[in-house]
């Protein structure tokens, strides 16, 4: 059920950074552990982070972890994902998801996104 927006998403050089933004106006964000998959043609959907709603607990996948950052703007109902050092291994779409907590299963969202494409190439 697609409830979520991303945005954000764009072609950048080896290196480089970009932002993606999660928002909604369907319901109160912060109410929700909010995770960010990533999905390459052909293979799985990747859950690489999430943020817990009430402590904003953290969690990265090793592929990405001290790379990207995951924060939340409760005030605003948006979720960040910012992307540093990124590498042409990080071409994907991108997508949100909400669920009622943190977990790097795709079947355990409760919604999602339509995706926002990055592509990492020079």
């Known amino acids: 059920q697609v409830q979520l927006v991303e945005s954000g998403g764009g072609l950048v050089q080896p290196g480089g950074s970009l932002r993606l933004s999660c928002a909604t106006s369907?319901?109160?964000?912060?109410?929700?552990?909010i995770s960010w998959f990533r999905q390459v043609s052909g293979k799985e959907r990747e859950g690489i982070s999430c943020i817990h709603s009430a402590a904003g607990s953290t969690y990265y996948a090793d592929s990405v972890k001290e790379r990207f950052t995951i924060s939340r703007n409760n005030a605003n109902n948006m979720v960040f994902l910012q992307m540093t050092n990124l590498k042409p291994d990080d071409t994907a779409v991108y997508y949100c998801a909400a669920a009622g907590g943190c977990t790097s299963h795709a079947s355990g969202q409760d919604y999602w996104g339509k995706g926002t494409l990055v592509t990492v190439s020079s």
């Open positions: 369907k319901f109160t964000l912060d109410y929700y552990a």
